[in-house]
Protein backbone atom coordinates (compact mmCIF):
# COMPACT_ATOMS: atom_id res chain seq x y z
CA UNK A 1 0.00 0.00 0.00
CA UNK A 2 1.29 3.31 -0.94
CA UNK A 3 1.96 5.75 2.63
CA UNK A 4 -0.64 8.05 0.04
CA UNK A 5 -3.61 5.24 0.46
CA UNK A 6 -2.32 4.51 4.09
CA UNK A 7 -3.08 8.36 4.92
CA UNK A 8 -6.21 8.70 3.71
CA UNK A 9 -7.67 5.82 5.23
CA UNK A 10 -7.01 6.82 8.73
CA UNK A 11 -9.06 9.48 7.75
CA UNK A 12 -11.78 7.05 8.66
CA UNK A 13 -9.95 6.13 11.87
CA UNK A 14 -9.96 10.27 12.91
CA UNK A 15 -14.13 10.16 12.32
CA UNK A 16 -13.34 11.44 8.51
CA UNK A 17 -12.18 15.02 10.05
CA UNK A 18 -9.57 15.07 8.12
CA UNK A 19 -8.72 19.39 7.83
CA UNK A 20 -8.51 20.27 3.76
CA UNK A 21 -5.35 21.63 3.88
CA UNK A 22 -3.73 17.94 5.05
CA UNK A 23 -6.00 16.48 2.63
CA UNK A 24 -4.60 18.85 -0.15
CA UNK A 25 -1.47 18.16 1.09
CA UNK A 26 -1.70 14.64 1.02
CA UNK A 27 -3.51 14.31 -2.38
CA UNK A 28 -1.48 17.07 -4.64
CA UNK A 29 1.22 18.70 -2.43
CA UNK A 30 3.67 15.78 -2.46
CA UNK A 31 3.15 15.84 -6.63
CA UNK A 32 4.65 19.29 -6.96
CA UNK A 33 8.07 18.50 -7.39
CA UNK A 34 10.30 19.61 -9.94
CA UNK A 35 13.55 17.87 -11.43
CA UNK A 36 16.33 20.25 -10.87
CA UNK A 37 19.66 18.94 -11.49
CA UNK A 38 18.82 15.58 -11.14
CA UNK A 39 17.26 15.68 -8.16
CA UNK A 40 13.76 15.95 -6.85
CA UNK A 41 13.34 19.23 -5.17
CA UNK A 42 9.91 20.46 -3.63
CA UNK A 43 8.39 23.55 -4.94
CA UNK A 44 8.54 26.97 -2.33
CA UNK A 45 11.92 26.24 -1.06
CA UNK A 46 12.35 29.35 0.66
CA UNK A 47 10.83 28.22 4.20
CA UNK A 48 11.69 24.86 5.89
CA UNK A 49 11.92 22.71 9.14
CA UNK A 50 15.56 22.47 10.22
CA UNK A 51 16.42 19.57 12.64
CA UNK A 52 15.85 21.87 15.43
CA UNK A 53 12.26 21.92 14.51
CA UNK A 54 11.95 18.18 14.70
CA UNK A 55 13.45 17.80 17.70
CA UNK A 56 10.22 20.15 19.04
CA UNK A 57 8.19 18.05 16.57
CA UNK A 58 9.15 15.28 18.40
CA UNK A 59 8.93 16.27 22.32
CA UNK A 60 5.22 17.86 21.16
CA UNK A 61 4.19 14.55 19.22
CA UNK A 62 5.23 12.48 22.41
CA UNK A 63 3.21 14.67 24.55
CA UNK A 64 0.35 14.62 22.76
CA UNK A 65 0.72 10.29 22.16
CA UNK A 66 3.04 9.35 25.45
CA UNK A 67 4.78 6.35 25.62
CA UNK A 68 2.02 3.87 27.86
CA UNK A 69 2.01 0.41 27.38
CA UNK A 70 2.32 0.92 23.35
CA UNK A 71 5.10 2.74 21.62
CA UNK A 72 4.40 6.96 21.85
CA UNK A 73 4.96 9.46 19.22
CA UNK A 74 8.31 9.79 19.76
CA UNK A 75 9.23 6.12 18.96
CA UNK A 76 7.20 5.81 15.90
CA UNK A 77 9.23 8.64 14.19
CA UNK A 78 6.56 10.97 14.11
CA UNK A 79 8.30 14.07 14.34
CA UNK A 80 10.11 13.37 11.28
CA UNK A 81 6.99 12.59 9.44
CA UNK A 82 5.78 15.84 10.85
CA UNK A 83 9.17 17.51 9.29
CA UNK A 84 8.53 15.47 5.74
CA UNK A 85 4.92 16.14 5.18
CA UNK A 86 5.60 20.07 5.74
CA UNK A 87 8.54 20.77 4.09
CA UNK A 88 7.46 17.99 0.89
CA UNK A 89 3.97 18.42 0.28
CA UNK A 90 1.98 21.71 1.88
CA UNK A 91 2.59 25.10 0.40
CA UNK A 92 4.40 28.08 1.64
CA UNK A 93 1.94 29.78 3.22
CA UNK A 94 1.00 27.35 5.55
CA UNK A 95 4.49 26.33 6.10
CA UNK A 96 5.65 29.47 7.01
CA UNK A 97 2.24 29.79 9.28
CA UNK A 98 3.33 26.28 11.01
CA UNK A 99 6.54 27.28 11.45
CA UNK A 100 5.74 30.89 13.19
CA UNK A 101 3.51 28.39 15.59
CA UNK A 102 6.29 26.44 16.08
CA UNK A 103 8.75 29.22 17.75
CA UNK A 104 5.77 30.60 19.74
CA UNK A 105 5.42 27.66 21.20
CA UNK A 106 9.08 28.02 22.28
CA UNK A 107 8.26 31.44 23.25
CA UNK A 108 5.51 30.63 25.90
CA UNK A 109 7.97 27.96 27.09
CA UNK A 110 10.78 30.43 27.78
CA UNK A 111 7.74 32.80 29.24
CA UNK A 112 6.34 30.52 31.46
CA UNK A 113 9.28 28.31 32.74
CA UNK A 114 12.04 29.89 31.80
CA UNK A 115 13.24 27.48 29.21
CA UNK A 116 13.03 26.21 25.83
CA UNK A 117 9.89 23.15 24.94
CA UNK A 118 12.51 20.23 24.53
CA UNK A 119 13.65 21.25 27.90
CA UNK A 120 10.42 21.24 29.58
CA UNK A 121 9.26 18.55 32.24
CA UNK A 122 6.64 16.39 30.44
CA UNK A 123 3.97 17.46 33.35
CA UNK A 124 5.03 21.29 31.98
CA UNK A 125 4.73 20.38 28.36
CA UNK A 126 1.68 18.74 28.88
CA UNK A 127 0.38 21.79 30.88
CA UNK A 128 1.21 24.30 28.30
CA UNK A 129 -0.13 22.63 25.31
CA UNK A 130 -3.89 22.44 26.81
CA UNK A 131 -3.38 25.92 27.06
CA UNK A 132 -2.36 26.48 23.81
CA UNK A 133 -5.31 24.01 22.73
CA UNK A 134 -7.27 26.20 24.72
CA UNK A 135 -6.02 28.99 22.73
CA UNK A 136 -6.70 27.10 19.05
CA UNK A 137 -10.29 26.29 20.03
CA UNK A 138 -11.02 30.19 21.19
CA UNK A 139 -9.67 31.68 18.13
CA UNK A 140 -11.48 28.88 15.36
CA UNK A 141 -14.60 29.87 17.30
CA UNK A 142 -14.16 34.09 16.82
CA UNK A 143 -12.81 32.86 13.13
CA UNK A 144 -16.04 31.28 12.69
CA UNK A 145 -18.02 34.05 13.84
CA UNK A 146 -16.57 36.43 11.84
CA UNK A 147 -16.85 34.98 9.08
CA UNK A 148 -20.77 34.13 9.60
CA UNK A 149 -21.06 37.71 10.38
CA UNK A 150 -18.91 39.05 6.99
CA UNK A 151 -21.37 35.97 4.88
CA UNK A 152 -24.31 37.70 6.09
CA UNK A 153 -23.50 41.02 5.46
CA UNK A 154 -21.77 40.32 2.22
CA UNK A 155 -24.51 38.04 1.28
CA UNK A 156 -22.08 35.83 -1.23
CA UNK A 157 -20.78 38.74 -2.91
CA UNK A 158 -17.39 38.54 -5.06
CA UNK A 159 -14.25 39.56 -3.68
CA UNK A 160 -14.67 38.05 -0.39
CA UNK A 161 -11.62 37.55 2.21
CA UNK A 162 -9.26 34.30 1.79
CA UNK A 163 -10.21 32.28 4.57
CA UNK A 164 -7.94 32.38 8.03
CA UNK A 165 -5.31 29.49 7.86
CA UNK A 166 -6.21 27.17 10.95
CA UNK A 167 -3.84 27.45 14.40
CA UNK A 168 -0.99 25.64 14.55
CA UNK A 169 -1.91 23.20 17.26
CA UNK A 170 -4.83 21.52 15.14
CA UNK A 171 -2.27 21.30 12.17
CA UNK A 172 0.51 19.65 15.21
CA UNK A 173 -2.32 17.40 16.39
CA UNK A 174 -3.70 16.15 12.89
CA UNK A 175 -0.26 15.23 11.70
CA UNK A 176 0.71 13.77 15.15
CA UNK A 177 -2.13 11.29 14.47
CA UNK A 178 -1.61 10.53 10.83
CA UNK A 179 1.91 10.15 11.39
CA UNK A 180 1.20 8.04 14.44
CA UNK A 181 -1.22 5.67 13.25
CA UNK A 182 0.57 4.92 9.72
CA UNK A 183 3.54 4.19 11.47
CA UNK A 184 4.48 0.47 12.51
CA UNK A 185 4.53 1.03 15.85
CA UNK A 186 0.97 2.64 15.40
CA UNK A 187 -0.74 0.36 13.56
CA UNK A 188 0.74 -2.96 15.07
CA UNK A 189 1.26 -2.42 18.64
CA UNK A 190 -1.45 0.78 19.39
CA UNK A 191 -4.12 -0.64 17.04
CA UNK A 192 -5.74 -4.27 16.52
CA UNK A 193 -3.71 -5.70 13.36
CA UNK A 194 -3.94 -8.48 11.20
CA UNK A 195 -0.84 -8.90 8.77
CA UNK A 196 -2.63 -11.21 6.25
CA UNK A 197 -6.37 -10.53 6.47
CA UNK A 198 -8.94 -13.00 5.23
CA UNK A 199 -12.20 -12.51 3.66
CA UNK A 200 -13.46 -8.82 3.92
CA UNK A 201 -15.91 -8.29 6.48
CA UNK A 202 -18.00 -4.86 6.75
CA UNK A 203 -18.99 -4.85 10.06
CA UNK A 204 -17.35 -6.98 13.14
CA UNK A 205 -18.37 -6.20 16.09
CA UNK A 206 -16.05 -5.12 18.94
CA UNK A 207 -15.40 -6.56 22.65
CA UNK A 208 -15.26 -4.15 25.41
CA UNK A 209 -11.51 -2.35 25.62
CA UNK A 210 -10.78 -3.86 22.34
CA UNK A 211 -8.46 -1.73 20.23
CA UNK A 212 -9.49 -0.12 17.15
CA UNK A 213 -8.93 -2.05 13.75
CA UNK A 214 -5.64 -0.98 11.77
CA UNK A 215 -6.41 0.17 8.42
Known sequence: MQRRDALLR????????LSAPTLIAVLEGCQKKTEQGGKETATGESAKLTADHQKLTD??????IPKTSTPGAKEAGVGAFIVIMMND?????DRQHFMAGLESLD???????KNEFVSL??????ELLKKVEAEAHAQRDKQRQEAE????????????EEKALPHYFFTLKELTLLGYFTSE??????????????RYEGCVDMKPGQKAWAL
Open 59 to 64: EAAETI
Open 149 to 160: QKKNQAQGAAGE
Open 185 to 198: PGATQALEYVFVPG
Open 107 to 113: KAANDTY
Open 121 to 126: KPAERT
Open 10 to 17: VATLMGGT
Open 89 to 93: CYPEK
